[in-house]
């Protein structure tokens, strides 16, 4: 079984960070990722990097959802830009 | 008004209510003021309701109402004084990869479980708000339309008339600005750099030189 594992190329921790933007955005694929796959499952540092880039991205997307800004009068609003709209024509 | 035109205003409307919020916030970050932003979502639910009838998949309708608002606002608000230009880009040159993980692992800052973690959870929505709001427009247009409104490279390339390759480094770059605008608001609440690069390393790689490699969770690589 070990015979049919394919080889995998070492990478470093400079390499595997150039990676990460990639890889979180779901960009990085083959043998770039199974590098990546492999470095981190061996370095805790690369690990807790990676696993703090994806919580942030997280964090950063939650914000954007709780944060509505504007009038909460959507539909309104909108009633009155496409009421204007009918206006006009 | 006719039936056909009674229909396509109703199918606008709906696409128009689900995606306000999204264009509202869009639009808040690239204007200065919610004043600008309201009238530059007016315009492009005015535009967008002008050329429904060209959009031909509706299913694509969020981006095309993405495109028609930063198109609007290049061609109207671009040289407006609220706008800050790209040339308030830090450069290329300054710092291309900064890392607020890096930088807290060699900080003082001290928390229960793992502190990189813990600090992310301490922030607050106006911190990051605060730290987005001062990213390069450019840079920022990509990230926002990445991270918070879930497009693909490809999606955005579209929408702001750039290669693929472009869209990916300007949000590489605006992450790593973003980052160090945090990792100052980290300072400001009195977090310091303890450590010297000689105490720890830029990278701490055991890469199974050490007996005591933690078995790491594989579910962050499927």
Redesign the interface.
């Known amino acids: 079984m070990n015979a049919l594992r394919k080889k995998i190329n ?1 990478i ?3 390499e595997a ?2 990676r990460f ?2 890889f979180i ?1 779901n ?1 990085l694929k083959g043998t770039a990722k199974e590098e990546l ?1 492999h ?19 997280t ?3 939650s ?2 959802k ?5 009038s909460d009068d ?2 309104n ?3 009155s ?2 009421s ?3 206006k006009d024509e | ?1 006719t039936g056909i035109v009674r229909d396509s ?1 109703e199918r ?2 709906q696409i ?2 689900e995606h ?2 999204a264009l ?2 869009y639009a ?1 970050s690239l204007c200065k003021n ?1 004043f600008d ?2 009238d530059l ?2 315009e492009t ?2 535009k967008g ?2 050329h429904f009838s060209k959009l031909r998949n509706t299913s694509k309708a969020k981006s095309w109402l993405f495109s028609i608002l930063h198109n609007q606002f290049i061609n109207e608000y671009r040289y407006r004084k609220h706008f800050i230009a790209i040339e308030n880009d830090p450069g290329e040159s300054e710092e291309p ?1 900064f ?4 930088s807290l ?1 060699k900080s003082d800052y001290v928390a229960n479980g ?1 502190p ?2 813990r600090f ?1 959870q301490s ?1 607050t ?1 106006i911190e ?2 605060t730290a ?1 709001e001062q990213l390069p427009t450019d840079y920022k247009a990509a990230f ?1 339309l ?5 497009f693909t ?1 490809a999606e955005i390339a579209t929408m702001l008339s750039i290669p693929v390759g472009t869209v ?1 480094s300007r ?2 770059r605006a ?1 790593s600005i ?2 160090k605008q945090l990792w100052q608001q980290a300072k400001e609440m009195g977090i310091k750099t303890s450590k010297s690069p000689k105490d720890k390393p ?7 030189k050490e007996e005591d ?2 078995r ?1 969770n ?1 579910e ?2 499927k």
């Not at chain 1, 470095?39 to 805790?44: Q, S, T």
């Not at chain 1, 709780?66 to 504007?70: L, S």
């Not at chain 2, 830029?202 to 199974?208: F, I």
């Open positions: 070492e470093n921790c400079e960070a150039r933007n990639d955005d960009y796959a470095h981190i499952e061996n370095c805790r540092h690369c690990f807790d990097r990676l696993e703090f880039e994806i919580l942030l991205k964090k950063i997307a914000v954007a709780e944060t509505v800004q504007g959507v539909k609003k909108i009633y830009i496409l204007k709209m009918q | 008004m205003k606008f409307s128009a209510l306000f919020h509202r916030r808040a919610d932003a309201d979502v007016s639910l005015l309701y002008q990869d890392s607020l993980f890096e692992s793992n990189e973690t992310l922030l929505n990051i708000e987005i926002i990445c991270d918070m409104e879930d490279y990916r949000i590489a992450r973003l980052q830029e990278y701490t790689c055991t890469c199974g490699t933690v790491l594989s962050l690589l």
